[in-house]
């Protein structure tokens, strides 16, 4: 190999490792500019929260009634726990019970509503069941806990939420 093709092949190296450090870098950079984005357009308090608010609201009590149904899937999903009083900002766990009924392994996931609509930003999920799709075996029964608090920032009107999941069955081969 003669020195010019060494030098190019140098310059070529060399370029590729800082477009990949760029690249590295660019990556990083997503992560902030993205949790910006979702905190802008207000869908970020329905993730996991990494920096729970400590702060607890004791002026007031809110009631989060909890239900539970599975769209055309013959499983029996039920709330253990069907209501919680709790204080803005208090960290609560409750749990649901499903069970398989059917003669065979499903796999679901479970999707959250929120009555009224607009409360569903002011919950903060911390663990749920719902962040994964749910495999069961046949005649398997599960207790799923669900780690949330309701933001003290929610308007003082909101007395009382609804929070309710249901289960929808996936398509076979659906990754877990």
Same mark, same amino acid.
């Given at each position: ?65 909890l239900l ?22 208090? /960290?609560?766990? +409750?749990?649901y019970r %499903?069970?398989? #009924?059917?003669? @065979?392994?499903?796999?679901a996931h479970?999707?959250?509503? *929120? ?27 599960? /207790?799923?806990? +669900?780690?949330?608090? %309701?933001?003290? #920032?929610?308007? @003082? ?8 999941? *249901? ?10």
């Open positions: 190999m003669d020195a010019a093709l060494a030098a190019r092949n140098r310059q070529t190296l060399a370029k590729l490792l800082v477009v990949t450090g760029l690249m590295l870098g660019f990556a990083f950079a997503m992560v902030p500019l993205y949790r910006q984005i979702c905190d802008a357009l207000g869908i970020s308090q329905t993730r996991v929260v990494g920096a729970t608010n400590t702060q607890v609201d004791t002026s007031r009590t809110v009631t989060v009634e539970a149904s599975s769209s055309g899937l013959p499983w029996q999903f039920e709330a253990l726990d069907r209501e919680v009083k709790l204080h803005p900002g208090q /960290v609560v766990t +409750v749990r %499903v069970r398989n #009924t059917l003669g @065979r392994p499903v796999v479970a999707a959250m509503n *929120t009555a009224p609509a607009r409360a569903v930003r002011y919950i903060e999920k911390q663990a749920c069941f719902c962040f994964t799709n749910q495999v069961l075996a046949a005649g398997e029964e599960r /207790v799923m806990p +669900v780690v949330f608090l %309701v933001s003290p #920032t929610a308007p @003082r009107d909101i007395d009382t939420i609804s929070l309710s999941y *249901t289960f929808f069955e996936l398509p076979q081969g659906a990754a877990s």
